[in-house]
C-alpha cells in the first residue's frame, strides 16, 4: 500500500522477468517502466501513477488490481470477484477495460463473480455453478432464460 501504483506494476511485472540475479543486480525498474506506464495508461490511472496504493479508492484498486494481473502479459487471467464492493461508474471503467484487453491483446479471463449482470455483460460464455454443482454452461442469453439458474440466482 505504501509503493505508488506504477511501483506495484512494476513490482507485479518483476515476477515474470528474468532470474532472481537479475533483479538483485539488475536495473531497480527491471525495465519495466515503460510496460508499467503502458498499463497505468490503459487502465487509465494515468492521473494516479504516483499515487501510493493505499490511498486509492476500492474501485481504482480493482483497477490497479486488474492491472497487474496483466503486467506479465498472460495469455489467461484469473480474476475473483472483480466487482465485488465496487461503485457502478468504477464498475463500468473496469468491464470497460477487461473487454478492452480481451479484443486488444487477445487475453482472456476466468471470472468467478455473483454480481450476475456484470458477467452477463462481460463473459461471452458462462457457467452458473451452485453448491459445488454446475447448474448451466452456455452464452449469457441462454443462462438468462435457464429455469435452474433464475432459480438459484437470478430470483425472477
Do not use: W
Request: glycine residues 10%.
Amino acid at each position: 500500500p505504501k509503493l505508488s501504483v506504477r511501483d506495484n506494476l512494476i513490482l507485479a511485472g518483476q515476477e515474470h522477468r528474468g532470474s532472481m540475479l537479475s533483479r538483485l543486480f539488475g536495473p531497480s525498474d527491471a525495465g519495466l517502466t515503460a510496460t508499467a506506464d503502458q498499463m497505468i495508461g490503459f487502465f487509465k490511472l494515468e492521473h494516479l501513477a504516483n499515487e501510493p496504493a493505499g490511498g486509492l479508492s476500492y474501485g481504482q484498486q480493482k483497477l490497479l488490481d486488474a492491472a497487474m494481473a496483466f503486467m506479465g502479459g498472460p495469455r489467461l487471467v484469473l480474476l475473483d470477484e472483480p466487482a465485488g464492493g465496487v461503485n457502478p461508474t468504477m464498475l463500468g471503467d473496469l468491464k470497460e477495460r477487461l473487454i478492452a484487453i480481451n479484443r486488444e491483446r487477445r487475453a482472456t479471463f476466468v471470472v468467478i463473480e455473483h454480481n450476475m449482470e456484470f458477467v452477463m455483460s462481460l463473459c461471452s460464455r458462462v457457467m452458473v455453478m451452485a453448491e459445488g454443482k454446475v447448474l448451466a454452461i452456455g452464452k449469457p442469453d441462454e443462462i438468462r432464460a435457464n429455469p435452474a439458474v433464475i432459480e438459484a440466482y437470478l430470483g425472477h
